[in-house]
């Protein structure tokens, strides 16, 4: 058990540039997940998968972000034209059922200037 | 929905002090309850969790929490905090039975443990 990984840790981007983040989850869970959190606040629910199937999405999920799990493995978030208020730390975490809890990664520290 | 409140956002203490960090819900469910700590430029590590029977759960690193469902409270305490205990803490629920285990988080309380 190697944990959650993402990467990268930390990008920073200009305005309007495409950013991808990609997480590998432990490997015997099926259920992988995506937050956010920016400065001061806790972190918020952006999307879920189960296996490959993206079964959630919240509406915080604007049609400039777009979230893959390929093959049910690892996972990508993308976001397109980035703007400022895009900036925060992109958290991806992982659990093998529906009770207990995740393991959270380290996170993505995204930056846009 | 459900909502989390940690009202307060900063908790200075000494060290060996005991601490208590405060968190309420909301919901017309039942819920489950967790605690999270977060060091700085870290992910999220789970302290503990209650998802039913005893009220009183104990989690790693000395840390335990109650479960009060009159007063919708899930506070989270440690009798003699550490330096190292320094980090920011979340308060978090879950409902069970929904097909996925989505967390609402509250805003979290900062523990700043001096010598």
């Known amino acids: 058990d190697t944990g959650v990984s993402q990467d990268p840790r930390h990008k920073i981007t200009k305005r309007g540039q495409n950013v991808t983040f990609r997480c590998d989850p432990i490997?015997?869970?099926?259920?992988l997940y995506w937050y956010r959190q920016t400065l001061g606040q806790g972190p918020e629910f952006l999307t879920y998968?189960?296996?490959?199937?993206?079964?959630?999405k919240s509406r915080l999920l604007s049609d400039r972000f777009s979230a893959e799990r390929p093959k049910g493995s690892f996972s990508t978030l993308e976001i397109q034209r980035t703007e400022q208020g895009d900036s925060a730390m992109y958290l991806c975490?992982?659990?093998?059922?529906?009770?207990?809890?995740?393991?959270f990664g380290s996170g993505t520290r995204l930056t846009v200037v | 929905a459900q909502s989390v409140t940690q009202l307060d956002s900063q908790v200075p203490v000494f060290e060996e002090a005991p601490v208590e960090l405060r968190c309420n819900y909301s919901?017309?469910?039942?819920?489950?309850l967790f605690w999270y700590v977060q060091y700085p430029n870290q992910g999220l590590q789970l302290l503990l969790k209650?998802?039913?029977?005893?009220?009183l759960v104990k989690g790693i690193n000395g840390f335990e929490a109650e479960f009060n469902k009159s007063q919708t409270s899930f506070h989270l305490r440690k009798p003699s905090v550490h330096i190292s205990d320094t980090a920011e803490y979340f308060c978090?629920?879950?409902?069970?039975?929904?097909?996925?285990?989505?967390?609402?988080f509250g805003t979290g309380t900062r523990l700043l443990v001096s010598p």
């Open positions: 975490a992982s659990s093998p059922g529906l009770v207990g809890g995740y393991t």
């Open positions: 490997s015997e869970h099926n259920r």
């Open positions: 998968f189960q296996n490959e199937a993206q079964l959630e």
């Open positions: 919901s017309s469910v039942s819920v489950y």
């Open positions: 209650y998802l039913s029977g005893s009220t």
């Open positions: 978090a629920v879950s409902v069970p039975n929904t097909g996925f285990q989505k967390l609402v």
